[in-house]
């Protein structure tokens, strides 16, 4: 046991997934290009519900993914071991602000990871809701439908347009629940899910049309916090401080 928990605590340990983490990074970059069938709903889905699917149906193309996923497992179990093992000995002696900060951004990376964890299992994403304009469709099975009010969109002179803009309304048995114009990355938000417009055009007969995402990201709050924290700790641990032990 002593000899797994000193590998678990070595930073010799981090360095060699981090590695790992960027060799299988490379890697995936290669095949996701060269398997353009296998990994192209890839983002179109929640991660867990398409690695349940296609993750194990090709290995060789998807090995890299086990790479990645065990390395980033395997990283934030050294870094709350090396937290743990470190913070006892820092509160047995002099506590200060310098030899805290490190083990900060430890608390901080584990929890982006947990965060994306949440995210994979139980975030929602529904592609593809097509809505011509005064018409009205279903949001996969949230039990909300989505009316496309109006859309408008400004032309320069050259394609695409410079902004686009839909008025939307969100339904929940007919009775509205929300209101917005979503633009390109300005979604609008309702019970968690974003609503994304993603798509456009028009129609001869029925008019102007857009496309919508829905997606419904449970750990994004807490990921924005923790890269925030990460983010400050890193600052101010590299600020120079007037003592060595400040």
């Avoid at 867990?48 to 998807?62: N, V």
């Avoid at 900060?101 to 994403?125: E, K």
């Avoid at 419904?216 to 925030?228: E, F, H, M």
Wanted: charged share 15%.
């Amino acid at each position: 046991m002593a000899r797994i928990w000193r590998l678990l605590t070595s930073l010799k340990t981090c360095a060699w997934l981090g590695l790992l983490f960027c060799l299988s990074g490379a890697a995936g970059s290669v095949a996701m290009g060269r398997f353009p069938e296998l990994f192209s709903d890839m983002d179109a889905r929640v991660f867990a519900g398409w690695f349940a699917l296609k993750g194990f149906r090709d290995p060789a193309a998807t090995l890299w993914l086990y790479g990645l996923l065990a390395a980033t497992g395997l990283l934030a179990v050294n870094a709350a071991c090396c937290t743990a093992e470190r913070l006892v000995r820092i509160f047995r002696g002099e506590v200060t602000l310098r030899r805290l900060l490190p083990h900060v951004m430890h608390v901080a990376f584990l929890g982006v990871v947990l965060a994306h964890l949440a995210s994979a299992l139980y975030g929602d994403r529904i592609i593809g809701v097509t809505v011509v304009q005064g018409g009205v469709a279903p949001v996969g099975s949230t039990g909300l439908a989505l009316r496309l009010d109006r859309l408008d969109a400004v032309i320069g002179p050259e394609w695409p347009p410079q902004e686009v803009a839909a008025a939307v309304t969100l339904f929940r048995d007919r009775t509205p629940v929300a209101r917005g114009v979503v633009r390109t990355n300005e979604p609008l938000f309702h019970e968690g899910y974003g609503i994304y417009i993603r798509n456009y055009g028009s129609t001869p007969g029925d008019g102007p049309y857009a496309v919508f995402d829905a997606t419904r990201d449970p750990g994004a709050r807490a990921i924005l916090a923790a890269s925030l924290l990460f983010t400050a700790a890193n600052l101010l641990y590299i600020l120079p401080s007037r003592r060595t032990d400040a």
